[in-house]
């Protein structure tokens, strides 16, 4: 049996909140000091040519009736649940994770018994299956808290080890390996170099490059991520100058699209180093559709229903932390006031609640947007559809996207638990954040987020 040398970077990132209702399920079904498997069922996706992530779709921990024998030196599922189990996910072309536990609180190793019992079970079902799924195994101490992975080739031959996270954001190769910091950031070298180096490495897909989206990408730009999708299919016009950081009356007459404005933003900030990649469709753009599912995170500050709802289903399908962000700005009738709001979301990774069962959009104006253009426009003109004069200014959309940003900065280094998700709202000239007690939006049989086990 061979170790491969380090070929690709092959991860595994589990949600937070799977990992936690995992981790009980492990520690429920043990009553002494046996060992336990469970299972993950994972879809991979290729990042880029040395980079594979793997999405879990479905986890399994097996009630103690479903094994055959089980001890503290070893377990045997009963053969017809693992054979249920296998026809279930592997027919469909998913990959399996097969995670089990030894003994002890010391960094577990895997075992000679684990060697062989792994490479025969590589080859048997990447010979019963049609789409010769792999095996990736885990082995973890008793308490669950230390582990090693690896995953191995179809042929039970040989093994490469990988990264399994579940945290947020996956954190890139060796995130305290000592970097210069540039001297651009010593201000903010309070957060930690590991943080800054975090930053520099996330790649951030921006959906929506108007008047929230460019301030946001000039503030998340200067904190440091270097690696942008844009999406937005929409030219600058003069109406959009009184909120976008840095754009003039030239670069509306020559009609640039939004996202080359938001590119020179980010290419203004880095001279060199920056990867920026324009790409001036709507978000239902296949080509658009592959670049949200390979980036670390997605921005959606769009002022339609309809791409928070494409946004919502990748993030749901890729399991990409999603934040969203918009502003709001009406007339009270009663003393004709103006009422001002901005409000930051970001529904948990992997589901529990989603900006659709949270009632965050309406599906029902996200159906009238995909509608045909006469439709839009009729719905438009009869008052359905927000357009493009909506009223709108630049400091509003600044607290909006600043607030954004703090999020994404507190997610990256940690000072900020998301895992329930969140929804605030700011209120102006009240001055007061409505923070929704999210536990209210938690949602079992949402269509969209409702996810299976
Ligand atoms: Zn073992
Ligand atoms: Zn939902």
């Not at 043990?30 to 880029?48: A, K, L, P, T, Y």
């Not at 460019?214 to 003069?238: C, H, Q, T, Y």
Request: aromatic share 10%.
């Amino acid at each position: 049996m061979k170790i491969q040398k380090q070929q690709s970077n092959i991860s595994l990132h589990i949600p937070p909140k799977m990992w936690l209702q995992f981790c009980q399920a492990m520690l429920k079904y043990r009553s002494m000091n046996e060992e336990v498997i469970g299972f993950f069922f994972c879809q991979r996706q290729q990042i880029s040519k040395n980079k594979i992530r793997y999405i879990p779709k479905a986890w399994v921990v097996p009630l103690p009736d479903c094994y055959e024998r089980q001890s503290a030196s070893g377990l045997v599922l009963t053969q017809q649940f693992h054979w249920h189990l296998l026809k279930n996910y592997l027919s469909e072309g998913l990959d399996v994770v097969h995670i089990h536990t030894h003994a002890g609180d010391i960094c577990p190793e895997f075992s000679l018994v684990d060697d062989r019992y792994e490479s025969e079970y590589s080859r048997f079902i990447a010979s019963h299956f049609p789409k010769k799924p792999r095996l990736i195994s885990g082995v973890f101490d008793e308490s669950l808290q230390k582990s090693q992975f690896r995953i191995w080739d179809r042929k039970g031959r040989s093994y490469q080890s990988i990264k399994c996270c579940h945290s947020w954001l996956e954190v890139g190769e060796n995130p305290n390996s000592l970097s210069n910091i540039n001297s651009m950031f010593i201000r903010q070298q309070i957060f930690g170099d590991a943080c800054q180096k975090h930053l520099s490495e996330l790649k951030v897909t921006l959906i929506g490059c108007g008047g929230i989206g460019s301030i946001f990408a000039e503030l998340l730009g200067r904190l440091g991520v270097k690696n942008w999708v844009l999406i937005d299919p929409d030219r600058l016009e003069p109406v959009n100058l009184n909120r976008m950081p840095g754009a003039t009356q030239k670069m509306a007459e020559q009609q640039w699209y939004k996202v080359d404005y938001v590119k020179y933003l980010i290419k203004r900030i880095y001279q060199t180093g920056s990867c920026v990649k324009a790409i001036p469709t709507s978000v239902e753009n296949e080509l658009a559709k592959q670049e949200i599912a390979s980036s670390d995170l997605i921005v959606v500050a769009t002022d339609n229903h309809l791409s928070r709802q494409v946004a919502q289903e990748l993030a749901l399908e890729y399991l990409r932390p999603l934040v969203c962000l918009g502003t709001h700005i009406d007339i009270k009738k009663s003393d004709n006031q103006p009422r001002m709001y901005c409000r930051v979301t970001v529904p948990p990774l992997g589901g529990g609640w989603c900006l659709m069962c949270g009632n965050i959009i309406s599906l029902q104006r996200a159906a009238l947007e995909s509608a045909p253009m006469e439709i839009n426009q009729m719905a438009a003109g009869a008052g359905y559809l927000e357009g493009v004069n909506d009223p709108a200014v630049f400091w509003l959309n600044s607290i909006c996207a600043s607030t954004g940003v703090g999020i994404i900065h507190g997610m990256v280094s940690g000072f900020l638990n998301l895992d329930a998700g969140i929804d605030w709202i700011y209120e102006f000239p009240g001055s007061v954040w409505h923070k929704t007690n999210v536990e209210h939006l938690e949602t079992h049989d949402c269509y969209f987020c409702a996810n299976g086990k």
